[in-house]
Structure formats: C-alpha cells, structure tokens
C-alpha cells in the first residue's frame, strides 16, 4: 500500500457510522486514513450497487461501538477471505477488519450519511468496473487492488 495517500487526521472530529436501523453502529474519532473505491465484484455484490466505497480508520480511533453484529465470511476477489460484520436485524453491513491495511476497521462510507466525508483518493479493481461507469482522472486507479 502506498502510505502517501493516507489522509491526515482530525482528531477532534468524531464520525458515526450505522447501519439502515440504527441497531448497529460506530462512532469514531477523526477522519479516515484511506478512502476508496473498489469495483472487485465482492463490493458489487455486498453492496448491491457497481461499487463499494470504503473507509479505513486507524483501530484507535473507534471510540464506541453498539449493537452486535452478525459476521459473514468467504473467499473473493479482494483478499484470500474477507469478512463483514453486518447488522442482524436489516442487514446492512457496517465494518470489516481489512488484511491489506493492518491496525485498521474498514467502513462502508454510505453508513456514514455524510454528504461532506472525504472523497476518496483512489480506484481499485477497474478489471471488473462496468464499463459505463467513470471516476475522476485525479484519482490514481488500479486494474487489482496494488495500489
């Protein structure tokens, strides 16, 4: 992973993420190290949408977490496994623990319902993007996810 894309942090900001009923949720403290997007067709399919945004947040920043989660997990594209912790009341998934980025909680940014989160600095898995779909140029893109 290429650390100079890694976003500042504020830490006096707090951020809290939950899940379509409100069950599940996070609040964490700061902005996210990373923010991406990833085409790999395991986001396609977790989201249900073309793509899936993602945010990454140093584990110190978790302030609190409430609600249980209910963990789902399968070999994909992405990593050799990859598991998600999603609400077990409306399903929603909220938060993972990503291999690629140690020390980190990943979470779905639209949990956040935040229309002024960080843009994300990058593209992952173009190889399965639909082909109508497009980023911005400034954003670095990779046909994987080796960024």
């Known amino acids: 992973m290429n650390t100079s894309v890694l976003l500042a942090e504020n830490s006096s900001l707090e951020r809290k993420a939950s899940c379509g009923c409100g069950y599940l949720s996070l609040t964490l403290t700061g902005d996210p190290s990373l923010v991406a997007v990833c085409n790999c067709t395991d986001c396609q399919r977790r989201t249900g949408s073309v793509f899936g945004v993602s945010s990454f ?28 912790h999603f609400c077990p009341r409306c399903g929603t998934t909220v938060f993972w623990y990503p291999e690629f980025l140690e020390d980190h909680i990943g979470v779905a940014v639209g949990c956040f ?26 954003w670095p893109s990779s046909q994987t996810q080796d960024y």
Do not use: R
């Open 57 to 84: 947040f140093h584990i110190e920043q978790i302030k609190e977490k409430s609600g249980k989660s209910s963990l789902y997990s399968k070999n994909g594209d992405a990593e050799p496994e990859s598991s998600s």
């Open 113 to 138: 319902a935040d229309p002024e989160f960080p843009e994300p600095q990058l593209v992952g898995w173009c190889s399965s993007k639909h082909d109508w779909v497009t980023f911005p140029e400034a």
